[in-house]
């Protein structure tokens, strides 16, 4: 036989002595057995062996159907099975995982708990390290199997499509945002412009909600500081020219150090843009989006912006300000209650109304005073 070494699960230990009397009764070099722990996952705050009738993440067309590519699994399994392999990892980046030595006494007696917080974590670096054209071209034959929608996307213009990708890609720090193969849509769609503005939801601000400011922002970027033709450093700068104009510091250690003297910091202030070109707040590098959306774009999603509804925080106590004057005469009104309709109190005449929630969205054009928290 030229079987030399045996690994199996741990619960084919008690058979090791008849397994060795049947070679030594056929004359046969018995190998070397090396019994492991099986991996485990928790379950109702037990542990259990992970089950291939049970658990779907035991099939390997689990991992197909999710999108997460098999240099992500081959890293996550020897991530549990050798202590040690993190640390190597670490040390040596650039290196292929055939170059680590597996160690058999470096692995888990007790069975190592599956994560699939970390599988995904490791499979945005393993990710992070691919090209655009690895991207592309994994993403496709992914997506022409499990998402015709992506595909159609994807092959619809290949240029563009490398260039989406190929942002925040080959740098220091790359971008890691995705995990899988069926994320790279929603990762995406906002860069293409019948998906983007098909998308009737309001935009969902920050920090900075008031329509009044934000439109402010909005007109004195695209009047006076976005130019398509600057570099990424005049870019930035001319940002924080626009933070510092509107009553915002520079720079958020500024605003830090003494924030009563600021509206807010520079990070408020292009959260506002990066909300009205992507509808999110964390994306990767706006610089980057905007080159490759061009000019004509950012020009059309930004105006839009002005436009559309703003979505915005309503809290009981919150005083509002409504389209159409009271019969009293005001327009002020103190929110009473919010959820499915809206509790409204005049502040002219304490008459009270209730209107379902879209009604009153409607209806309601600015915040006039915010409850203290």
Not at 34 to 47: F, L, T
Not at 303 to 310: F, L
Request: charged share 35%.
């Amino acid at each position: 036989m030229g079987t030399n070494l045996v690994i199996r699960g741990d619960e084919w230990l008690s058979s090791v002595p008849l397994h060795l009397q049947l070679f030594q009764a056929l004359e046969f070099k018995a190998p070397k057995y090396a019994h492991i722990a099986p991996i485990m996952k928790e379950d109702n705050g037990a542990k259990r062996k992970l089950s291939k009738r049970k658990d779907p993440e035991a099939a390997v067309s689990y991992y197909a159907e999710q999108g997460i590519p098999a240099d992500a699994v081959d890293e996550y399994l020897l991530n549990i099975a050798n202590s040690n392999f993190e640390q190597w990892r670490r040390q040596n980046q650039d290196k292929k995982i055939d170059e680590f030595e597996l160690q058999i006494n470096k692995m888990s007696v007790s069975g190592a708990l599956f994560d699939m917080v970390k599988l995904l974590d490791i499979s945005k670096r393993v990710i992070s390290k691919y090209t655009k054209e690895q991207v592309y071209n994994e993403t496709l034959t992914w997506a022409k199997k499990y998402d015709k929608e992506l595909q159609e996307l994807l092959q619809k213009d290949e240029e563009y499509a490398m260039q989406i990708l190929g942002i925040e890609r080959g740098n220091v720090k790359p971008r890691r945002d995705i995990a899988k193969w069926s994320d790279v849509k929603e990762n995406i769609i906002y860069m293409y412009d019948n998906e983007f503005f098909k998308n009737k939801e309001p935009y969902e601000f920050q920090k900075i909600n008031q329509k009044d400011e934000i439109k402010q922002i909005i007109e004195k970027y695209i009047n006076k500081y976005y130019n398509s033709e600057d570099s990424k450093e005049i870019w930035f700068n001319k940002i924080k020219d626009l933070a510092e104009e509107c009553g915002y510091a520079r720079e958020v250690k500024e605003y830090k150090q003494n924030p009563e003297k600021y509206k807010g910091h520079i990070g408020d202030v292009s959260t506002v843009i990066r909300i009205c070109l992507t509808k999110r707040a964390n994306t990767p590098d706006m610089y980057e989006i905007m080159q490759v959306l061009r000019k004509r774009i950012c020009y059309k999603k930004i105006r839009i912006c002005k436009y559309r509804g703003i979505k915005m925080e309503y809290n009981v106590g919150d005083i509002v300000r409504t389209k159409k004057t009271h019969p009293c005469g005001s327009k002020l009104w103190e929110i009473m209650r919010v959820g499915v309709d809206f509790k409204l109190k005049c502040k002219g005449c304490g008459h009270i109304i209730i209107l379902e929630r879209p009604k009153a969205l409607k209806i309601i054009t600015k915040k006039i005073e915010e409850k203290e928290k």
